[in-house]
């Protein structure tokens, strides 16, 4: 035992430089976070909620940041920042900035001055818009279907009832939270100089349907028409079974309620959403789907004209999946995102021809604002955490640095990407994460991304960070297997009725690229991890590649897909991934890529991940493969959060994931590096 800890110490020694300045855990969840920028219509003004960790509560706290683009080099300064309070949601409109904070609307000059609360209605809300007349508010609220205004409605349950949930239909829960009868719905109040009083009144008519859409539904699904007359919204009627329909339609409603909305998709049963009118009134851009039940289908960016009713699909010639969309100014073009091998660009595109022009190569863009003198992006990497970048004729011009101080004498690990013929002869890219200053061969962790319809792109990651495992000690390989987007249409349907075929071949095929190319890489001491698809990736290798990795870190993995077929919530997705159809008629196409099958081939000790509030893949997955784990008596480890969903959010849990997945890695591949967290006590390894 002696002679191994010597060796480990000395391996480490001897990859990682002892004066080099590695990315921590504590850094990672400490560094400030930047929402979507909103910027004043005459361009001057840009504001944005800022993210800051309070280690101590477990979560996060937000002030609201200024920054004048008039003055080049001009530093941000807080515009609202109240100690007990969580300033967010920030938007211009006039020479106000409107936000939310303590359940109620704000508003502040946004040149600086006193906030101002206006709203009073009581019940709580999720988010809200302010007309471009600055007459009108919408808000999205939680509350019994049919609510006629905000006031919430008088709870008239049986004091002497018990406290059992009932269901006479699905959803019975979604992502993290059980349904308890109400419905996100939309309401418009007015807006005085000093006021949003009353409860409003609602404008959805007898629709019944989630507007913005759960879970993760927001304000780029809502829309005001210039005139502030009309809101146009993405909403999917429940049905009988709504866990089957991927159906969101575009509807258009009369801001003050007289009239019911009206269906402007309802020829199309795929997917509609993020609606947004041109700054001159006269056209609707939308996003449009053309496979119902595919929630990964290409998103075609559509032009509605708004007098004739006549919709082009704008880029239905350009094999890319567009993200988000913004108008330019003059409403001949908009700015669009979408992914495109392993990079996230700012893209234009013309409104009449739909001509695509590129402007942002490497880098992830994950927020737009525009405004009358240009465009401003949120933007981030594989090494580099969101800041905001002018859009111009050259390089996008760097305007923030929020968090120099934090990350002040990081060295960063050098990012390689590689290509090589996968399954199906196509080419497959992936990249390579090289620890600082390392001299010799590092163990591998390769790393398996989730969707499956996702990306190991360029792109920052709080919860997956390839940095931090190279700052671990780690050569981080990841691959963008059979299945992942910004390749093509056709590469991400490929996975399909092949969750274990192409994307296994192109994982084995990928990593003996990866090895072969990078000599720094040791071939023979490699660990694979990854989350939700790349979860049940991990239980797969386990039966049908069971003799290649030292370890297996398997967080939120299908273990079972006949149980995953009538546990999981959104039932579009699992059946559509398995040929359209319930288990019950076709069982075949199920447990053909089912790792249940394959336990008695397990044998690499293996650490499982699960939350208690997942209901995507229910923690009970987790649970039955660490069952098949210590019955087959493969070492094995069992982390439930009972307070996470599918993903790990909260500072303090995120750090235990860190330190039990590196400290996983480092028992099965022998390496002395522990990566620590020191707060106000000494490390603990």
């Not at 990012?415 to 390579?432: I, L, P």
Request: with cysteine; hydrophobic share 40%; net charge negative.
């Amino acid at each position: 035992m002696k002679k191994l800890l010597l060796a480990s110490i000395a391996l480490a020694t001897f990859a990682i430089p002892a004066g080099a300045r590695q990315l921590t855990i504590d850094d990672v969840t400490m560094l400030s976070r930047v929402g979507a920028p909103t910027m004043s219509k005459d361009g001057h003004w840009l504001v944005w909620a800022q993210r800051e960790t309070d280690i101590a509560a477990n979560k996060g706290r937000y002030d609201l940041w200024r920054l004048d683009l008039t003055k080049p080099g001009a530093k941000p300064v807080k515009l609202v920042a109240e100690p007990n309070a969580n300033e967010n949601d920030p938007q211009i409109v006039g020479d106000l900035v409107y936000y939310s904070a303590d359940d109620a609307i704000w508003s502040v000059p946004v040149a600086g001055g006193t906030p101002r609360k206006l709203s009073s209605f009581k019940g709580g809300f999720n988010g809200f818009k302010v007309a471009p007349t600055a007459d009108r508010v919408l808000v999205w609220a939680d509350r019994k279907p049919g609510a006629p205004s905000l006031e919430p409605a008088t709870d008239k349950r049986d004091p002497n009832a018990g406290e059992a949930r009932t269901y006479d239909q699905l959803f019975v829960r979604h992502w993290d939270t059980w349904a308890d009868g109400t419905r996100s719905q939309l309401f418009v109040l007015p807006l005085t100089s000093g006021a949003i009083p009353g409860n409003g009144v609602a404008i959805e008519g007898t629709l019944v349907g989630d507007t913005p859409s759960r879970p993760f539904g927001g304000g780029e699904e809502v829309a005001w028409s210039p005139d502030g007359k009309t809101v146009y919204f993405a909403l999917r009627e429940a049905g009988r079974i709504e866990p089957l329909s991927t159906n969101l339609d575009i509807f258009a409603a009369p801001a003050d309620g007289s009239s019911r909305p009206v269906n402007l998709t309802a020829d199309n049963k795929a997917t509609d959403t993020q609606p947004l009118v041109s700054p001159d009134g006269r056209k609707l851009a939308y996003l449009a789907m053309r496979r119902p039940g595919y929630e990964s289908d290409r998103l075609v960016l559509t032009i509605r004209d708004l007098a004739t009713g006549k919709a082009v699909s704008l880029t239905d010639r350009w094999d890319r999946s567009v993200e988000s969309i913004d108008w330019a100014p003059d409403s001949r073009s908009l700015y669009v995102t979408a992914e495109d091998t392993q990079e996230n660009p700012l893209w234009r595109v013309d409104a009449q021809t739909g001509k695509v022009t590129r402007l942002t190569q490497e880098g992830n863009v994950s927020a737009v604002a525009v405004g009358a003198k240009g465009v401003v992006i949120a933007m981030n990497s594989l090494t580099a955490p969101d800041d905001y970048y002018r859009i111009g004729a050259g390089a996008p011009e760097r305007l923030t640095d929020v968090n120099a101080d934090k990350l002040a004498g990081i060295d960063w690990p050098t990012v390689t990407r590689f290509n090589f013929k996968g399954a199906n002869g196509d080419t497959v890219w992936g990249y390579a994460v090289q620890p600082y200053g390392s001299t010799g061969k590092v163990p591998i962790a390769y790393m398996v991304h989730g969707g499956p319809q996702g990306s190991s792109n360029n792109s920052w990651s709080y919860r997956w960070n390839p940095a931090l495992f190279a700052s671990g000690g780690y050569g981080l390989v990841a691959v963008d297997f059979h299945g992942s987007t910004g390749y093509g249409q056709a590469f991400t349907d490929a996975i399909r009725n092949n969750w274990g075929g192409w994307p296994l071949e192109d994982l084995k095929l990928g990593l003996k690229a990866a090895t072969d190319k990078f000599g720094w890489l040791d071939a023979d001491n490699a660990c694979a991890l990854g989350a939700s698809y790349g979860g049940y990736m991990m239980n797969w290798i386990e039966g049908n590649w069971p003799d290649r990795f030292k370890c297996i870190v398997q967080h939120d993995g299908v273990f079972d897909a006949r149980a995953m077929a009538y546990e999981t919530e959104e039932l579009w997705f699992d059946e559509w991934e398995h040929g359209g159809h319930a288990y019950n008629e076709d069982p075949q196409a199920f447990e053909k890529w089912n790792p249940v099958n394959y336990v008695d081939k397990w044998k690499t000790p293996m650490l499982v991940i699960t939350g208690e509030r997942d209901f995507r893949i229910p923690y009970t997955q987790g649970i039955a493969a660490f069952t098949a784990l210590q019955r087959r008596g493969i070492p094995s480890r069992l982390i439930v959060n009972p307070n996470e969903s599918h993903w790990v959010l909260k500072p303090k849990n995120s750090r235990q994931w860190y330190r039990e997945v590196l400290g996983w890695m480092d028992r099965w591949t022998g390496k002395g590096i522990v990566v620590r967290t020191c707060e106000d006590k000494p490390c603990a390894k």
